[in-house]
């Protein structure tokens, strides 16, 4: 089976933050991270002679900022570094057999055996194929043409990976 991919940037960025927001490793790192910042500028402001009204609005507020920006930063350094590492994006040939999915761009041929994926994942507009906690084969859903060719090509890295996709 073979579908043919054109990855861009959002595409990329969205594989980032479904790994941030959806994983359950990193989702918890994040989410902490996310709710510290609003915490201690509330905890700072308390203790520096500020009432509680004052703190834990201006802290809320500031800490919502600071989540913004720390979001951003991510995203910011991920574009970076796809603009800055050639074959990342682009086209790419994604085929599958029975001992391994293959990905070949124009640049590169890899090849992942099955009993190494990590573990399948999906969501509304993506296939992913986790060849470890941090780097999968990206397949958007867009790249078929439709519902059963989607499906089949489920069935079968289902079926070859011996694994579910969540």
Known sequence: MEVTV???KEDFWRFNRYVMFHLPKYRVMMWAALAAIPVLSI???????FGWVY???????LGILCDFLFVYRIKSRTMRMVKHTPG??????????????????GKSQLR????GIHELRRDEEYL???????QAVII????????EEEDSYI???EGFSKKRFI
């Open 6 to 8: 054109d990855l861009n």
């Open 43 to 49: 905890v700072l402001l308390k203790f520096s002679g």
């Open 55 to 61: 703190s834990v609005v201006v802290g809320v507020l």
């Open 88 to 105: 990342m994006l682009g086209e790419r040939r994604i085929t599958m057999d029975s001992s391994a999915i293959h990905e070949v761009t």
């Open 112 to 115: 992942y055996p099955w009993n």
């Open 128 to 134: 992913f194929v986790f060849v470890n906690p941090l």
């Open 140 to 147: 958007p859903r867009r790249s078929f043409t439709n519902g």
């Open 155 to 157: 069935k079968a890295i």
